[in-house]
């Protein structure tokens, strides 16, 4: 079956990186086009990002627009976010998310395009 396991998460203070990762498995990874979801507590799921599945066509929520960075590597089955500048806003529970079909940007931006979901990685940045 499908897997996507995220990981790199943890603790940082204001102004810190992480670098997060996701790992497919089950799918034909080169063909998906790869999605970034955050939850902060009381909050509902959010857009950060997504990557085309050639890494050439990449969207980022206004929110991490010049701090985050996307990429991936079809090789290992795998995405990265990289994430700069971190903010204590940025404190979520981090989700990847896999898609297999091409879309429009409205529809890329949405949670329920994505047909596969990991299990996310917690990211805590601290004032």
């Known amino acids: 079956q499908v897997q996507l396991v995220e990981s790199g998460g943890g603790l940082v203070q204001t102004g810190g990186s992480l670098r997060l990762s996701c790992e497919a498995s089950g799918l034909t990874f080169s063909t998906h086009a790869m999605g970034w979801f955050r939850q902060a507590p009381g909050k509902e799921r959010e857009f950060v990002g997504r990557?085309?599945?050639?890494?050439?066509?990449?969207d980022y929520a206004d929110s991490v627009k010049g701090r985050f960075t996307i990429s991936r590597e079809n090789a290992k089955n795998t995405v990265y976010l990289q994430m700069n500048s971190l903010k204590p806003e940025d404190t979520a529970v981090y989700y990847c998310?896999?898609?297999?079909?091409?879309?429009?940007?409205?529809?890329?931006?949405?949670?329920?395009?994505?047909?596969?979901w990991g299990q996310g990685t917690q990211v805590t940045v601290s004032s």
């Open positions: 998310a896999a898609d297999p079909h091409q879309r429009v940007l409205a529809e890329r931006l949405l949670a329920r395009s994505y047909d596969y």
């Open positions: 990557i085309s599945w050639s890494g050439g066509n990449k």
